[in-house]
């Protein structure tokens, strides 16, 4: 069974972005193996902002050959995007209703796992559906006092159990929960 | 000089207390040697609030002698409790006014560290006012999703260096941080 990976930044107040958007406080550091979390996925979750602004996200020609790469890796991934209007793009399957079974479905494929992007709405859902299996945390070395938070108004208290901890040379620590079933 | 040091729990979303002021996820787990923090510092400064519900404590007669000594070497320490409102009490000094002249002249004095308990708004002080050395935050498995925040509208970003992790058996990590100057 694929499960659903939550892998994302967070500041240390548990904000993913701040009041105007602003995720210049993200540090992607070579220690981080971002190349190894995606060769271990072949399937990504957008919501349909998220999938607007990162989905078909090609890098500038002048990047460094590290974030082609990561960009070509990326878009071989099978999209998904959830969202209630009906789109059509020949890059991504949509889903626009009972995204439980839909998602039921999915898992249930062969190959590797999937990774849940975001953004904060869709990752609320699937808090609530309990559909998420891990969960990635990367706590950023920041407080902003104010932004977006990855934990908004949820329907429940969401308990979790620490499996792994990874600590990188920027001060990043990677915080790696499974919901306590 | 001692240090001023800003020592507690929360959850993955960066709350103190839930909105109901719920602290019932809080864990004190064995492996997590706070009498090796208290014993670390002779000073406790509070908030108002905090110094109201905290600053005279005691624990019921049945509660464990390890609470009993807890609460006997928390009473032990100085206390200083900063309010704009003038009151006074034999077991702790009131700091009604310039809060940085009267921090500068107590951490000045002989001794070990301080403790800065809080609340929030205290807190919040000072880190507006720079006044805090070290963050020791202990990060519970835990996402409540709504409830007090930590960090609240700080007037600038506060950016941190990670010194040290502690991982503890109940799955709480400690995240030690001082501010990047």
Redesign the interface.
């Known amino acids: 069974m694929k499960k659903i990976i939550l892998d994302l930044a967070v500041t ?3 904000f993913i972005e701040g009041p105007n958007g602003e995720i210049d ?1 993200c540090i992607m550091d070579d220690d981080m193996d971002f190349e190894g979390f995606l060769s271990s996925i072949d399937t990504i979750f957008y919501g349909r902002v998220s999938y607007d602004m990162w989905g078909n996200y090609q890098p500038e020609e002048n990047a460094s050959p590290e974030e082609q790469n990561l960009w070509k890796a990326v878009h071989a991934k099978n999209k998904y995007v959830f969202s209630s209007r009906k789109r059509e793009d020949k890059n991504a399957v949509f889903v626009d209703s009972d995204i439980a079974s839909a998602v039921a479905e999915i898992k249930k494929q062969d190959g590797k796992d999937i990774w849940l992007y975001g953004g904060a709405s869709l990752i609320k859902t699937f808090i609530d559906l309990n559909l998420i299996d891990v969960y990635r ?1 990367s ?1 950023h ?6 932004g977006k ?14 499996i792994k ?1 990874n ?1 990188f040379k920027s ?3 990677q ?1 790696i ?1 499974e919901p306590v079933k």
Request: charged letters at 20%.
């Open positions: 240390l107040d548990g406080w945390i706590v070395p920041i407080a902003l006092g104010k938070p990855l934990f908004e108004d949820l329907k429940d208290r969401l308990n979790l159990q620490l901890t600590i001060g990043v620590v915080l929960y």
